[in-house]
């Protein structure tokens, strides 16, 4: 269990977050044992604070530099030499808390002793003024007797008055009900003849509603007939395009791949505020149901992730450039991108490209899509399938221009593979 003080507590969240990125996650990393992800800069220092015995142990941890600790000794005010030590800093900075704690529990103690004394003077003014209260009431109570006396009085001639008004009142009524009868009869006659009217009205307006209808059911089918027509037109969830030539009876698919990897990585980068574009309509509408996402990277050690849902899928690939600020760059050509199709109109598609973060180039990317149309719509098709592969550059490595591994025996393959998946 781990033994944090609260001002301990508020002091290393201060120092963790003043480390960088890297080193913060490989600290949790180191922590937790590998064994808990965290997402975030809030995450990783929760899981570092909960698995950490104390602050000193956690101070002592190799990625909290010593620069770290010197800084939130100055930004606090504390004294200290600028040639110290690690240890002396530590040592430094647990007293500043030890000495902090001590002047918070004094605060807390002197606010519940005025809470004390306030609670024991409102006693004593709430009993004064219940004594004061009790002989108001006994005045009251005399004056109440009296009035009761006089409403008794008063209620006798109310009563009389009410009877020659209930009298009067069922005078008035009677004629009312003789003149109301007397009208509604009138009104009788007058509605009668409405009702025959309208009647006639009535038919002539349902005859002409059946005709509109047997209009509209014509037209309905006209259209469901125009939109079968236009199945071959392409259209990626929110992009309209005119349907790509055909080749030998199938699909053109370089115009498809060229088109999709367009859409897909100006949608996907335009949730990086770097980018300079207003972020577009980014979610899991794009992907299917039960789509799939294979994710591995390499930084110092290789890693994968699985993540299945539209929901997951979008989520992940939307962290990447929304929280981790990356930007893709496909490679859209003949040496960067592939694609193929198979007889059941499913699409492979792999590309090629550059990472990059700010003005930095970090590393390469290889991904894979695997596209599936949605039997309605103008040809609409949704993601069913994503294998994304990141590889962070080393040194002052340069990439002039990146090359697709995926060659077209392995995508075939691939879209081998997504075929089962669908049966």
């Known amino acids: 269990m781990t033994q944090f003080s609260v001002m301990q507590k508020l002091g290393c969240t201060e120092i963790l977050q003043s480390l960088n990125y890297s080193d913060l996650f490989a600290l949790k990393d180191t922590v937790a044992s590998k064994q808990i992800n965290a997402w975030t800069t809030k995450e990783a220092i929760n899981v570092i604070l909960n698995c950490s015995q104390n602050a000193e142990e956690l ?15 100055i930004t606090h005010d504390v004294v200290t030499s600028a040639s110290a030590d690690k240890q002396q800093l530590i040592d430094k900075v647990l007293s500043y808390w030890v000495q902090e704690e001590w002047k918070r529990k004094a605060v807390i103690n002197q606010t519940k002793h005025n809470i004390l004394v306030q609670a024991r003077n409102q006693e004593l003014e709430q009993k004064t003024k219940e004594k004061a209260a009790k002989a108001k009431l006994e005045v009251l109570a005399q004056e109440v007797k009296m ?31 003789r003149q109301a009868d007397e009208q509604m009869r009138r009104q009788v006659k007058k509605q009668m003849k409405k009702q025959a009217e309208e009647q006639a009205r009535s038919e002539l307006e349902e005859q002409i509603k059946r005709k509109v209808q047997e209009q509209m059911r014509e037209q309905a089918q006209d259209e469901a007939k125009r939109q079968l027509e236009l199945q071959m037109n392409i259209h990626f969830n929110v992009m309209q395009s005119e349907a ?24 996907l980068n335009s949730q990086n505020p770097s980018f300079g574009r207003q972020p577009e309509e980014w979610g899991p509408q794009h992907f299917w149901e039960d789509a799939i996402l294979q994710f591995a990277y390499s930084v110092k050690e290789h ?37 193929v199709t198979s007889p059941h109109g499913i699409v492979a598609i792999a590309v090629a490209g550059t990472i990059h973060k700010n003005i930095q180039c970090l590393g390469i990317f290889e991904q894979l899509f695997g596209l599936v149309r949605t039997p309605v719509g103008r040809s609409n098709w949704k993601i069913k399938y994503v294998n994304l592969q990141m590889k962070a550059l ?17 995508l075939m393959a691939h879209l ?8």
């Open 303 to 339: 890693h994968t992730e699985h993540h299945q849902s539209s929901v997951m899928v979008s989520q992940r690939l939307l962290s990447l450039v929304k929280d981790e600020q990356l930007l893709f760059n496909p490679n859209i050509g003949q040496n960067g991108m592939r694609c």
């Open 394 to 410: 080393s040194g002052q490595q340069e990439i002039i221009q990146p090359s697709l591994s995926i060659e077209l025996p392995a």
């Open 59 to 73: 101070l002592k941890r190799r990625k909290v530099v010593r620069e770290a600790i010197l800084k939130y000794l």
């Open 147 to 177: 009035a009761k006396r006089d409403l008794d009085q008063a209620r006798q001639v109310e009563d009389q008055l009410k009877r020659q008004m209930e009298e009067q009142a069922r005078k008035q009524k009677e004629e009312r009900v």
């Open 244 to 267: 790509p030539p055909l080749t030998n009876g199938d699909f053109d698919c370089q115009v498809i791949g060229e088109e999709f990897c367009q859409w897909f990585f100006v949608l």
């Open 416 to 423: 081998n593979e997504l075929s089962v998946l669908l049966k």
